[in-house]
């Protein structure tokens, strides 16, 4: 039985969230609180498998309750938020930095339009986060400075000409992408192309938070639009992102790979097939295979690849399977990924 503590101001969407959890025989709410310190309360003396939490509460935000509860009692948080207010949206992702493991759309009340989706996509949700083992944070390297971090020597044989890094990510992607890019120096010689799995509705918020957190150009992917050096783009949703052998965005409504549309699989294979090893891909923590098999193609096409490294991942789902393929060329953690990330620019400009 998966034990829910629900965390919201609003009487309404508490009686939402348990009208859809109760119907779920594996799921339990043994909890509700009404504002984030009755959810530090009930956090400790309750212990849930998971929590999910709303953003916009009095006393204290979704922000701080998160950052309070991971570092008194951690346990597996999901914010729960409004897709049609963009601070919400971009409080959301603060709330992701303090720990919490992804953002998800409020369902609406039953027999409003999107009920049914939303609803069924916050119980798959619950069941998936709160497998999820979280470890106790502290928090002071929330706005702190871009590290000094030096350069490594990339082997010989990796190839001098890449001319885009593809990336992919799910659970705990925001997270490691923001510490990625903080640690890339501006006018970074490369474009950036990431696919970040996401509940819909949140990319912009997305692309918004890392821009303002890092520094770091960040841009929503438009069909078409031709790839420029030093932005990272985000696949938008709904939609998969191809890369072109002359640079551009082509996008699809394919049907969805791995249920997910994006995919990152799509994204690695268009990579792998039209720019051959002139890419480096990149697969960071996230669950299941995605982009496992193709990070692998990039390879055997001669690009290079990075799979993120078992201690900082979140979940080892996708890195983990690539391993099992042997497509990854190097196992790093985040901050090595930007050290390579910067040696290789250093050698484009020798």
């Known amino acids: 039985m998966i034990r829910v503590l629900?965390?919201?101001?609003?009487?309404?969407?508490?009686?939402?969230?348990?009208?859809?959890?109760e119907k779920e025989p594996d799921i339990s709410v043994i909890g509700q609180a009404k504002n984030g310190k009755e959810a530090i309360i009930l956090a400790s003396r309750l212990t849930p498998d998971i929590i999910t939490m709303d953003i916009n509460m009095p006393d204290l935000d979704g922000f701080a309750t998160?950052?309070?509860?991971?570092?008194?009692?951690?346990?597996?948080?999901?914010?729960?938020?409004g897709i049609d207010n963009l601070e919400e949206i971009r409080a959301s992702f603060r709330a992701v930095e303090a720990g919490a493991l992804a953002v998800f759309r409020k369902p609406p009340a039953f027999g409003y339009h999107g009920y049914e989706e939303a609803a069924s996509e916050f119980v798959n949700a619950i069941r998936t986060y709160s497998e999820v083992k979280v470890i106790r944070r502290r928090f002071n390297h929330l706005n702190v400075p871009k590290q000094d971090i030096s350069t490594i020597q990339i082997p010989f044989q990796i190839h001098q000409d890449i001319r885009v890094v593809v990336i992919g990510a799910s659970t705990g992607g925001p997270q490691v992408i923001q510490?990625?890019?903080?640690?890339?120096p501006l006018g970074f010689p490369l474009p950036l192309v990431l696919v970040q799995h996401m509940s819909p509705g949140f990319i912009e918020g997305l692309a918004l938070w890392l821009t303002e957190s890092t520094g770091f150009p960040v841009s929503i992917a438009r069909d078409g639009e031709i790839l420029q050096p030093g932005i990272l783009y985000v696949a938008p949703d709904g939609k998969h992102t191809g890369i072109?052998?002359?640079?551009?965005?082509?996008?699809?409504?394919?049907?969805?790979?791995?249920?997910?549309?994006p995919s990152v699989s799509y994204l690695f294979r268009s990579a792998a097939k039209n720019l051959g090893s002139h890419v480096l891909g990149i697969l960071l923590s996230g669950m299941g295979s995605d982009g496992a098999e193709?990070?692998?193609?990039?390879?055997?096409?001669?690009?290079?690849t990075i799979i993120q490294d078992r201690d900082s991942s979140?979940?080892?789902?996708?890195p983990g399977a690539a391993e099992m393929l042997n497509a990854g060329m190097?196992?790093?953690?985040?901050?090595?990924?930007?050290?390579f990330l910067r040696s290789l620019s250093e050698r484009r400009q020798l």
């Open 314 to 318: 979140f979940v080892y789902g996708m």
């Open 330 to 339: 190097f196992s790093l953690p985040p901050v090595e990924i930007a050290r």
């Open 244 to 261: 072109t052998s002359d640079l551009r965005f082509s996008f699809s409504i394919s049907p969805p790979e791995h249920n997910l549309r």
């Open 66 to 81: 998160t950052r309070q509860i991971m570092e008194r009692t951690p346990v597996p948080i999901i914010i729960v938020s």
């Open 6 to 21: 629900l965390v919201d101001d609003s009487p309404v969407t508490l009686m939402v969230l348990q009208s859809i959890l």
């Open 179 to 184: 510490e990625i890019i903080r640690n890339l």
């Open 294 to 304: 193709e990070l692998l193609q990039i390879r055997q096409n001669g690009g290079c």
